[in-house]
């Protein structure tokens, strides 16, 4: 199956890029949503400010999902849905706009992402404690194995742990392991009689790196280690219910925003990973686009991403031939020692008690991890082509353009959305939502099944906040550990280099009378923290005072802790798009409460972005080109050091 | 470039607004001298009484849900009207000298609400030990805020430290961690004010955990230390409970004299950071240096305390 990620803006316009796509010749639809929607809130909460529309679309009731899917064949599409805490809800929007069109639910297929701990690990849109979180989980998989037989309720992800920093065999051990978490909790919702086909019906999601044959040695290994647990834990004896299905997203940890051409190939290398043998071959492959690390991939972009997929299934003898790697000793070795490193890693989180449990374990492992990548690379062990060597290049046509080769999100769209949703929430009987909510609080608190109330709750016109609020109101909130504070200090890559700035930093806190301290932030809904969670790291290690609270603050937040905490520099980190409207609001909100400590600011941002937010008091910018994180420390202590001889 | 006698007087008029700039003072090196006149215009001497704030110090090992049980904390006692500062001692210090706050010390607290103040510190390498201007931070707020919170991580030796300055102590435990019931019984660990079993929603296993602490204290004769088992995530249990118990802990204490105790032990503990064994020599010793201490107005700062000491042994040499 071919598709590509997509969805932004508004429901109508998202409609438009699918039925764009489904002519050109692809054969599924992913579903992007907005982070708003991910996480829980409608378009008009202080949260979902700046963030409305921008990484996906935004679906706030049953009639955004019915524009959504407007046209589009229901009981013969194949839908993917990148959803994880309020899968729940946006599946049971999904039911309620079939239903419209008279098409049963027993008819529909697709996925919802729906994992949960990888969110908690390395994708930050998590909603609910864990414990409430695995409950929605397993009532939707105990929902769907009966009720919509060919919906994959969850589509567990290893994907975003090896975005985070995994290792080939963090990635598989990790991933088995909550898969397993999952299938405990299932397990105590359905009978022994349903495991096989709820076995059957968990799928993965996986990366693939740029090394495509250790890449496709662990795809070989998750196989084997997938059939055994099956087996084994759960006493699935059907082979078809054994066997591990998988989708891929080929990885965007590598690709670069230096000479981004080069992505092309890489994405062309990593897709070989998950296809060359037929017996670990995935059943669907999304490809990133070329110009990911700049921004919004445009629909050509995204064109080019299909074409890929295409001239390899089509063009070459791939899929002509049986297994190639049958029998081969270099590849079962390579098999052998992963699935051998998986079992060990396996039994530490077990010990840990769990998946559930072990999170913070976890957590902190892929922060290490990460950590030790960025050494690498920093030091020239690893090379990037483009990056660490080989950095000439000609002038490339294909970012000359105005925009710089990506899509601008109108900033309408969200002032438009939240009128939308008032609107929405004006015309709608009030009564009914009333006793939605409050029949979905009632079996929430109890032990029953989320699935009928939220279906309910979907026809009755509730929106994606209120669905998300009930649950909050009964569940309570929730702060997800961020893994820096166990993180190792490894060796440095230059250890002089490391040792000139610690220098220069006790230099500033001798003059400010007090050490260096620095804030760093992570504005608005955007979770994607590894720069946040590295920068935090490097800092320590470079001697500094380092408050890091985690993801999702407000700009109020920020600023409040910024002031009681005293500290001489903020650092704010955003990879959502949402900067533009982000930044010069926590500035703004600094200085509101007598902050004048400078800013600096991380995260994919286009170059024409730059100047504005130079304009609005940031004193410096840095992009997923500026990897060298020592160069990034001596310019923070430098204005730091900048105010206190200032000052003095 | 002085402004302490107006942070001073915003202080006793409790304007916690003062408060960063406050901290931002103390924690200077190199405005010690500032520092010790803030101490001295808060003084019990020169306010006339003890400042009113209540301070709490919380200590538990990582992981025991310090956290979530200070959010929940945080909440109860705004909800009662009363103000909070929360002073977190961080233990992580390495090689480098920096370190990493907040990470466990995210205390959920509305950004816009006045009343609340978080501020986190490094231990500076002392496992378990306070941060150097903790306890002066502590005197200060304790001015303004009406709890003063001094959180730290360990257990075993940090509940002493703070001890001395916290009026009351109250230790957070996790089911299941036998630690603090080993450290008790071993006498490793002073009785605290207050035991803590977090993860009550656990049931049996922070009963059972409740079970044990209490027969221990029984059996060292404490039999009158409260052991309460609170839940901090949804639903909540036990706050309440907890938050009385703190305050009539404090009710049943003579404070001046528990605090004027403390401010002498930091006072011979601050001398003997700066002129070492040989200095305690010419005072004659420890006991007679406190007996000598408490010869003094028990209002006076610890600044004043450690010049008087410091005039007495060189006197003696």
New interface residues.
């Given amino acids: 199956m071919m598709r590509t990620y997509a969805g932004h803006s508004t429901a109508a316009k998202s409609n438009e890029l699918y039925r764009r796509n489904l002519a050109k010749g692809q054969t599924g639809l992913s579903v992007a949503f907005d982070l708003p929607t991910q996480t829980g809130y409608d378009a008009d909460h202080e949260l979902a400010r700046g963030e409305v529309g921008k990484v996906g679309v935004p679906i706030a009731h049953r009639g955004d999902m019915a524009q959504l899917m407007d046209g589009i064949p229901l009981d013969r599409m194949n839908t993917s849905m990148t959803i994880n805490a309020t899968a729940a809800w946006l599946l049971g929007l999904y039911v309620v706009a079939a239903d419209e069109h008279g098409i049963d639910e027993s008819a529909l297929a697709g996925t919802t992402q729906n994992d949960i701990i990888k969110e908690f690990l390395a994708r930050g849109t998590y909603a609910f404690p864990p414990g409430p979180s695995m409950r929605l989980i397993a009532d939707m998989v105990a929902y769907t194995v009966t009720r919509i037989p060919k919906w994959n309720p969850i589509n567990i992800c290893s994907y975003h742990l090896q975005e985070a920093g995994a290792t080939p065999v963090q990635e598989i051990s990790f991933s088995l392991c909550n898969a397993i978490a999952v299938l405990d909790a299932v397990r105590e919702r359905v009978g022994q009689e349903l495991m096989g086909p709820v076995f059957g019906r968990i799928s993965f999601f996986v990366n693939a790196g740029v090394r495509f044959v250790e890449e496709h040695a662990k795809l070989r290994a998750m196989g084997r280690l997938w059939e055994q647990i099956g087996r084994e834990r759960y006493g699935v004896t059907d082979e078809r219910h054994l066997r591990f299905r998988y989708g891929v997203q080929v990885n965007s940890l590598g690709l670069t925003e230096q000479q981004p051409e080069n992505n092309v190939q890489r994405i062309v290398l990593e897709a070989l990973a998950v296809t060359l043998g037929r017996s670990a071959r995935a059943r669907a492959i999304q490809l990133p686009a070329w110009n990911e690390a700049l921004g919004l991939p445009r629909p050509w972009d995204q064109q080019w991403s299909l074409r890929i997929q295409q001239v390899l299934a089509l063009e070459t003898d791939l899929l002509e031939y049986p297994d190639i790697f049958e029998g081969s000793k270099v590849m079962d070795g390579l098999v052998d020692e992963l699935m051998e490193g998986a079992r060990a890693e396996m039994a530490v989180v077990a010990e840990h008690g769990g998946a559930v449990e072990a999170v913070p374990y976890m957590k902190a492992a892929l922060v290490d991890s990460h950590r030790e990548r960025i050494r690498r690379i920093e030091s020239g062990e690893q090379t990037l082509v483009g990056v660490n060597r080989y950095e000439e290049t000609e002038p490339s046509p294909l970012t000359a353009d105005a925009e710089g080769g990506i899509l601008v999100v109108d900033p309408e769209t969200e002032a438009q959305q939240r009128e939308a949703v008032a609107q929405w929430r004006a015309s709608r009987d009030a009564d009914a939502v009333e006793r939605a909510l409050a029949e979905l609080r009632r079996v929430a608190e109890s032990d029953e099944n989320i699935m009928e109330a939220t279906i309910a709750a979907a026809r009755a016109g509730v929106t994606t906040g209120e669905w998300s609020q009930a649950l909050r109101d009964v569940f309570g909130s929730y702060r997800a550990p961020t893994g820096v504070g166990e993180a190792a200090s490894s060796d440095p890559a230059h250890p002089a280099e490391l040792d000139a700035i610690r220098e220069e930093v006790e230099r500033v806190s001798e003059a400010l009378g007090r050490r260096v301290k620095i804030l760093v932030g992570k504005p608005g809904l955007d979770g994607h923290s590894n720069g946040a969670e590295q920068i935090a790291v490097r800092a320590r290690d470079a001697g500094m005072d380092v408050v890091y609270e985690g993801i999702r603050l407000t700009p109020a937040q920020i600023a409040a802790s910024a002031l009681q905490e005293g500290v001489h520099v903020v650092g704010l980190s955003i990879l959502s798009g949402s900067h533009r409207e982000l930044i010069p609001s926590v500035i703004e909100a600094l200085r509101e409460v007598g902050v004048d400590a400078p800013v600096v600011v991380g995260g994919i941002i286009p170059e024409a972005d730059v100047k504005p937010l130079k304009d609005a008091g940031v004193s410096a910018v840095y992009t997923p080109k500026d990897f060298n994180l020592s160069q990034i420390m001596r310019d923070i202590v430098g204005l730091v050091g900048e105010g206190a001889t200032a000052s003095a | 470039m002085t402004d302490e006698p107006a942070l001073a007087a915003r202080l006793r008029d409790r304007d916690l607004a003062a408060?960063?700039a406050a901290?931002?003072l103390i924690?200077?090196?190199?405005?010690a001298a500032e520092t010790a006149e803030l101490l001295r215009d808060l003084s019990p001497a020169a306010l006339g009484g003890e400042p009113p704030g209540h301070v709490v110090g919380v200590t538990g090992p990582p992981?025991a849900g310090k956290s979530s049980l200070l959010s929940a904390l945080v909440r109860a006692w705004r909800q009662a009207g009363r103000t909070v500062a929360v002073l977190a001692v961080d233990p992580?210090s390495?090689?480098?000298?920096?370190?990493?706050?907040?990470?466990?010390a995210?205390i959920?607290s509305d950004?816009?609400d006045p009343g609340v103040?978080?501020?986190?510190?490094?231990a500076g390498g002392r496992l378990g030990g306070l941060a150097p201007a903790t306890r002066a931070a502590a005197q200060t707020l304790s001015a303004a805020f009406d709890v003063v919170v001094i959180e730290t991580v360990g257990v075993g030796q940090s509940e002493t430290e703070v001890a001395e300055v916290a009026d009351t102590v109250a230790v957070i435990v996790q089911p299941g961690s036998g630690d603090a019931l080993q450290f008790i019984k071993a006498g490793i660990m002073e009785v605290p004010d207050v035991l803590v079993v977090t993860k009550a929603d656990l049931g049996d296993v922070a009963l059972r955990a409740r079970r044990d602490l209490v027969s221990a204290l029984r059996s060292l004769g404490a039999r009158d230390t409260p052991v309460l088992a609170v839940s901090s995530?949804?639903?909540t249990t036990g706050i309440d409970e907890l938050v009385a118990a703190l305050a009539a802990h404090r009710e049943g204490l003579d404070l001046p004299e528990r605090r004027a105790e403390a401010r002498r032990t930091s006072a011979l503990a601050d001398f003997v950071a700066e002129h070492g064994e040989r200095g305690m020599r010419a005072l004659g010793g420890r006991r007679t240096a406190l007996r000598f201490l408490d010869e003094h107005e028990a209002g006076l700062d610890v600044a004043t305390l450690v010049e008087r000491l410091e005039q007495r042994a060189g006197a003696a040499q």
């Fill in positions: 408060a960063p901290l931002n924690e200077n090196r190199t405005r992981g992580s390495k090689r480098s000298g920096g370190s990493l706050l907040g990470d466990r995210r959920e950004p816009a103040i978080v501020r986190s510190t490094a995530v949804a639903p």
